[in-house]
C-alpha cells in the first residue's frame, strides 16, 4: 500500500493560482498511474486529471483543461497539480490517488474503483 499527502490547499481569489502537491511513501511510486481527484460540498467525487507513471501520457478532464497541469517527479516520489485561472466552481476537496494495478495508463478517466490509495484531502476554496 501507498501512503499519501496532499498539501497546498487554501483560500484564493478567483483568477488566481495554486499548487497542490502529493507526497508518497510505500510501494514504488514510479510504477503507478498517479490522479488528482475532487470533491465538492453536496457533490459526487470527480475525476480531475490522471498522469502516466512514465509521465510521458496525461489526461484531463474538460472542466479543467487548459487550466491545470498536472505533473509528477519520481525521484522526489511527488505529484504535482498546478491550478490556474481558478474559479469559483474549482472549490472543492481535493484527493490524490494512485492506481492499483502498475504500468496501467487509459487516456480515460481514472475510475475510482481502480484506485488502490488515497491520500486524505486538501481544501481548495476560491472566492468570487
Known amino acids: 500500500q501507498v501512503q499519501l499527502v496532499e498539501s497546498g490547499g487554501g483560500l484564493v481569489q478567483a483568477g488566481g493560482s495554486l499548487q497542490l502537491s502529493c507526497a508518497a511513501s510505500?510501494?514504488?511510486?514510479?510504477?503507478?498511474?498517479m490522479a488528482w481527484f475532487r470533491q465538492a460540498p453536496g457533490k459526487e467525487r470527480e475525476f480531475v486529471a490522471a498522469i502516466r507513471w512514465s509521465a510521458t501520457e496525461t489526461y484531463y478532464a474538460d472542466s479543467v483543461k487548459g487550466r491545470f497541469t498536472i505533473s509528477r517527479d519520481n525521484a522526489k516520489s511527488t505529484m504535482y497539480l498546478q491550478m490556474n485561472s481558478l474559479k469559483p466552481e474549482d472549490t472543492a476537496v481535493y484527493y490524490c490517488?494512485?492506481?492499483?494495478?502498475?504500468?496501467?495508463?487509459?487516456?480515460?478517466?481514472?475510475?475510482?474503483?481502480?484506485?488502490?490509495?488515497w491520500g486524505q484531502g486538501t481544501q481548495v476554496t476560491v472566492s468570487s
Open positions: 510505500g510501494r514504488t511510486f514510479s510504477y503507478y498511474t
Open positions: 490517488a494512485a492506481d492499483s494495478i502498475r504500468y496501467r495508463f487509459i487516456p480515460a478517466p481514472l475510475a475510482q474503483t481502480g484506485v488502490g490509495s
